[in-house]
């Protein structure tokens, strides 16, 4: 369901963003002493090299190019992952209104399996909260999903296939595509070395502007602590989008809820 980088997809969000904060504030003070040394050893011309420095420029360019890259990358892949449950959605409620117009005992079964494979698409953050939850997670949809082609199959019977009959197929092999199509949305996610990526420029930057206030011999630590958190925010917001269930921006899953809804409705009928 979730794959990735163990540390950024099984522990809370909370604990990733005080690693990002520690992180960048290490590289802000290495970079600070590493300034302050230079400048006894230079003395004077320390702080003249300071003055148009290409390279901090240069990296500030590069986390800004990156930031907006792995943003948009993932608000991108956050939008897929909503239109695929929609699109479940209305596959399911599809199929299990076709379902009504095939004789029994065939109807009943048929559609109470189409209940059970919506009831298996509804992802809580209990359900996907470690590695071990993901697999047994992906265990039962899969063996509910097995079950459909066979109540399928038992539902038309020897009975010739005619329009109606290759109708009902095509949706529930709708409803399996919507499935494909789903879990496909849901494991595309941003590649993890892009993340350490990401954080490895975000501390080079901050180091490098650390090692300039070294070099001009004064660091304004509440501006630096300031910049440190707007970045973590930043980062903390795109692997935030990675997680639709245990994240902050949770998915919209209320069609899939509605369609379950309307399903036990009309079999408790």
Do not use: C
């Amino acid at each position: 369901m979730q794959i990735g980088i163990p540390w950024l997809y099984d522990f809370p969000l909370w604990l990733n963003a005080l690693t990002f904060v520690a992180v960048l504030l290490l590289a802000v003070e290495l970079g600070y002493r590493g300034g302050l040394r230079q400048r006894r050893l230079l003395n004077k011309t320390a702080e003249k090299r300071t003055r148009g420095d290409v390279t901090l420029s240069s990296l500030l360019a590069l986390l800004g190019l990156m930031l907006a890259f792995t943003y948009a990358f993932t608000l991108s892949r956050s939008d897929t992952r909503q239109r695929a449950v929609v699109e479940e959605a209305n596959a399911l409620g599809t199929a299990f209104l076709k379902a009504d117009f095939l004789p029994e005992p065939g109807r009943s079964e048929l559609q109470q399996r189409l209940l059970d494979h919506a009831r298996a698409r509804i992802v809580t953050a209990d359900l996907v909260k470690d590695r071990a939850s993901r697999q047994a997670t992906l265990a039962r949809m899969k063996e509910v999903q097995s079950q459909l082609w066979p109540a399928l199959e038992q539902a038309i019977g020897d009975s010739q296939l005619g329009a109606y009959e290759m109708s009902m197929i095509g949706s529930v092999t709708g409803v399996l595509d919507a499935d494909t199509r789903r879990l496909a949305a849901g494991v595309d996610r941003l590649p993890g070395v892009v993340s350490l990526l990401l954080l490895a420029i975000a501390a080079l930057s901050v180091g490098v502007a650390g090692n300039n206030a070294g070099l001009s011999g004064q660091i304004n630590r509440w501006r630096m602590f300031g910049f440190v958190l707007i970045l973590v925010f930043l980062m903390v917001m795109i692997l935030d989008f990675d997680l639709p269930q245990t994240g902050f921006v949770r998915l919209y899953d209320l069609p899939i809820h509605r369609v379950v809804a309307d399903m036990e409705s009309a079999l408790s009928s």
